[in-house]
């Protein structure tokens, strides 16, 4: 079709939705919103053309359709992760345990038991979670709320509020999205009180640092990067002592946090919140959709006084979570009061961890084996690494078999975003002008939708 020349040419509200193109939108749709989609691109169309573009009547009604079909198409869809970053924030971190279906299903039915006691009146509803926390940590009591950041917050703002909070200079972090210990602590109210140097900290430094207005001792994991060579930083244990002798809280912000000890697998140590407890910390907090393979939501774990004292803060209501988040950290840690086997294999985050390179490697052979056939594609497998990923175990690397493609006829940028678009969206990262799939992080019986997705894409370029 010949491009519109003249913005005099845009069809009329009214003959747009005469396009037969539009008519299930017509049928199923509330009138005026299907009116302010139509304007808001109808006005972008005009200012293209102002812009001298070459449009037409085609482009318009796609343009219309693909925000139609954007508006009414769920976004929060499953996905595969071909990436090789297995707690991957843009894919949503930690992929549930096995099972986590029918307790879901249960709650999403009608209406479900949130807070509500067996006599019918208003409950806890930290109660169950908080008897779940307590077995598997040894905490006195336990509660959580929408994500560590949060839960950090909750923490500075009912405990430190108006007065000093101490921090080893080495411990003020930044995560990724700009999340910093020094903003966070600033929102809360509390005072951030620095002390010792970036790469060394001595228990002395925290000592000579408390004074009538100091509120409690915080250490945070350095959860995304490791600092090497000339270093110190106090021993928690060293400053329970400290607490203990001035009277003050112990906040241990473990970030990613572990619930069981991954050094036993090779992999290298998280800090355990059992350890931490253990240890005397007043206070422990750590993120549910990391390790902990759960929802997102940030843990609290520590002495009873204080996790009441969080209960009770008006901010507790503004950052608690919804009876789906829940349903999912309940059985989540129900799933940690399971024998080790049972957890391996349930656990989808330490089955990732723990997958065989000889299974990644079947998987990625049995890829490449049926798309021999792709004319004008070059296939190779070969060993890489993956990450981890959300700031765990930050240091680590995981080996790996990844599907190395090469298609002569189009871009890899043009097969990634082909990739990306299909239904399920496929993601997979580009090196070296090759299009890589690592099979880490591929479910079993991904591998078919895979396969038949770049025969349809590559055997029809």
Not at 35 to 61: C, G, M
């Amino acid at each position: 079709m010949n491009g519109i020349k003249d913005i005099r040419e845009i069809p009329s509200i009214e003959k747009i939705l005469g396009f037969s193109e539009l008519k299930e939108f017509i049928d199923e749709l509330e009138h005026s919103y299907l009116i302010k989609v139509i304007r808001e691109k109808t006005e972008e169309f005009r200012k293209r053309i102002l812009n001298k573009e070459i449009l037409s009547i085609d482009d318009l009604k796609k343009s219309i359709i693909e925000e139609l079909n954007d508006l009414t198409q769920p976004y929060y869809t499953y996905a595969i992760n071909g990436l090789g970053v297995i707690l991957h924030t843009g894919l949503g971190r930690a992929p549930y345990i096995e099972g986590i279906l029918q307790p879901l299903l249960s709650v999403c039915s009608g209406y479900s038991k949130l807070q509500i006691d067996e006599e019918g009146r208003r409950a806890d509803r930290y109660k169950k979670l908080s008897k779940l926390l307590q077995i598997i940590t040894g905490a006195e009591s336990g509660m959580f709320v929408n994500n560590n950041a949060a839960a950090t917050m909750l923490i500075l703002n009912t405990i430190g509020k108006g007065k000093e909070v101490i921090i080893s200079r080495g411990q003020l972090i930044e995560i990724g999205g700009s999340f910093r210990i020094p903003d966070v602590m600033a929102q809360s109210g509390a005072i951030l009180r620095e002390v010792g140097t970036t790469n060394r900290t001595h228990l002395k430094d925290y000592e000579s640092a408390i004074n009538e207005n100091t509120a409690a001792i915080l250490r945070v994991h350095q959860s995304n990067y490791r600092i090497s060579g000339f270093t110190k930083q106090v021993p928690l244990d060293e400053l329970v002592m400290l607490g203990k002798k001035y009277n003050l809280p112990v906040i241990d912000d473990l970030g990613s946090g572990a619930l069981i000890d991954f050094s036993k697998y090779n992999l290298p140590k998280e800090p355990l919140v059992q350890e931490s407890i253990k240890i005397g910390a007043d206070i422990v907090c750590f993120s549910g959709d990391k390790l902990i393979g759960g929802p997102q939501c940030g843990i609290i774990v520590g002495k009873k006084e204080y996790i009441e004292r969080l209960k009770k803060n008006p901010l507790t209501r503004a950052l608690r979570c919804d009876k789906l988040t829940s349903a999912v950290l309940e059985a989540t840690l129900q799933l940690f009061l399971r024998k080790e086997e049972k957890i391996k294999k349930n656990h989808r985050v330490i089955s990732l961890l723990l997958k065989p390179v000889s299974e990644i490697k079947k998987q990625a052979r049995w890829c490449a084996k049926q798309l021999q056939g792709l004319p004008d594609v070059k296939l190779e497998v070969k060993w890489s690494v993956s990450e981890i990923g959300g700031g765990s175990l930050s240091t680590e690397q995981l080996p790996t078999y990844v599907l190395m493609i090469k298609p002569e006829k189009i871009s890899v940028e043009n097969l990634a975003r082909r990739l990306r678009l299909c239904k399920p969206p496929i993601f997979g990262r580009i090196e070296d002008d090759h299009y890589l799939l690592d099979f880490r992080t591929i479910f079993k019986g991904e591998e078919k939708i895979i396969v038949d997705t770049l025969l349809k894409i590559l055997g029809n370029k």
